[in-house]
C-alpha cells in the first residue's frame, strides 16, 4: 500500500497532536498532589509513642517500641518520629510497615 504525500503530511499531524496529548496528560497526572500520611507523637503513661493517619483516620497507633521482648515506650519524642517516618517510607514503597530490631539500631533508638 502506498500513501500519497499529503496524506503522510496528515497522519504525522494528527501524530504530534496526539503525542503532545499524551505527554501533557501524563505530566499534569504526575504533578498532581498525592496525599500523604500524617505523624504525630503522643506522650503516653512510660514515655512516647506516634500515630500514622490518613485523612484523620489513625491507621497505626505505636504506644511501645516495637520487636523488643520488653513493654516499653521509646524514651524520647525523637525516637518515636524516626521510627514513625520509617514506617511511612515503607507504607510510600509499597512494602510492609513492620520494624525490625536492625531498624531500631540503625535509627541508634534507645532500648
Not at 10 to 25: E, T
Not at 48 to 67: A, E, F, M, R
Request: charged residues 25%; glycine residues 2%.
Amino acid at each position: 500500500m502506498i500513501i500519497n504525500a499529503p496524506n503522510l503530511k496528515f497522519f504525522r499531524k494528527i501524530f504530534w497532536k496526539n503525542l503532545l496529548f499524551i505527554l501533557f496528560f501524563l505530566q499534569f497526572t504526575a504533578c498532581t498532589e498525592k496525599e500523604t500520611l500524617h505523624v504525630e507523637s503522643i506522650k503516653t503513661a512510660s514515655g512516647w509513642g506516634y500515630t500514622i493517619s490518613h485523612k484523620d483516620k489513625i491507621l497505626i497507633k505505636q504506644t511501645i517500641i516495637p520487636v523488643i521482648s520488653e513493654v516499653k515506650s521509646f524514651s524520647s519524642e525523637e525516637d518515636a518520629l524516626k521510627v514513625a517516618d520509617l514506617v511511612v517510607k515503607k507504607l510510600n514503597q509499597n512494602t510492609s510497615p513492620s520494624v525490625t530490631k536492625n531498624d531500631l539500631i540503625l535509627l541508634k533508638i534507645k532500648m
